[in-house]
């Protein structure tokens, strides 16, 4: 599988998100020399209405194995692969796309995860 290599950048002082891959650098590039401004990967994933799924995403996830509980968690990138942190109970999931969906994003909508 060939996954397509994307990032995103949150720049504070315009309140949005910008996105960018490798060939297109535009005013986004002069903020991937500051570590103010964290650089986030596309996981290669859509979420179960199509949107593009990248680090540093609140994901909405439902599982079997909790009795169609949902939970909310961030996607991070760790140990080699990209997982959910859920934080209740510290469950770490790995979950297919169909089960789960953006819900916002670390940088906007942090209130959705409770346990931060």
């Known amino acids: 599988m060939n996954r397509e290599l994307k990032f995103r950048v949150y720049i504070p002082d315009h309140e949005k998100l910008c996105y960018f ?10 903020y991937l020399s500051q570590h103010l401004y964290p650089v986030q990967q596309y996981t290669g994933l859509k979420d ?7 680090e540093g995403d609140i994901v909405k996830a439902t599982s079997d194995q909790y009795k ?6 961030k996607v991070i990138f760790d140990e080699g692969c990209f997982l959910t942190w859920i934080n209740k109970n510290d469950i770490r999931g ?4 169909d089960d789960i969906e953006v ?11 409770n346990n931060e």
Do not use: A, M
Request: charged share 25%; net charge negative.
């Open 68 to 73: 169609n509980e949902n939970f909310v968690g």
């Open 103 to 113: 819900i916002g994003n670390i940088f906007e909508s942090k209130k959705l995860l």
């Open 94 to 97: 790995i979950w297919g796309e």
């Open 48 to 54: 179960k209405n199509g949107v593009e799924i990248y």
């Open 21 to 30: 891959n490798l060939t297109h650098f535009d005013y986004s590039d002069r």
